[in-house]
């Protein structure tokens, strides 16, 4: 079972940037693909970008040219930095990690932006 720790999130204004943090513990089976989803209240969780071993990454169409996801192997750990933030980006972020078996989940972290 792998463990996910999301860090970063926050309280920020429009046109700040943040970033955040996920630290995936080692499981049994090599990590394919890590990512970022978000959901906003009342709407349904969607991905944000995500990179897969190789370092290939896919980003939604709503952060592309604001968003940039790197991943540390050596560490199990991927990030996101998010930049000229909007008040739309306000979600709880969750962490995505995927093995060849299983998908795993952070339990979250809430980035509020203000206007």
């Known amino acids: 079972q792998v463990q996910l720790v999301e860090s970063g999130g926050g309280l920020v204004q429009a046109g700040e940037s943040l970033r955040l943090s996920c630290a995936a513990s080692?499981?049994?089976?090599?990590?394919?693909?890590m990512g970022w989803y978000r959901q906003a209240p009342g709407k349904q969780r969607e991905l944000v970008a995500h990179?897969?071993?190789?370092?290939?990454?896919q980003y939604a169409d709503s952060v592309k040219g604001r968003a940039t996801v790197s991943r540390d192997n050596a560490k199990n750990t991927v990030y996101l930095q998010l930049s000229g933030l909007k008040p739309e980006d306000t979600a709880v972020y969750y962490c995505?990690?995927?093995?060849?078996?299983?998908?795993?989940w952070g339990q979250g972290t809430q980035v509020t932006v203000s206007s």
């Open positions: 995505n990690v995927q093995d060849v078996y299983y998908t795993y």
């Open positions: 990179i897969g071993s190789g370092g290939n990454t």
């Open positions: 080692k499981g049994r089976f090599s990590i394919n693909l």
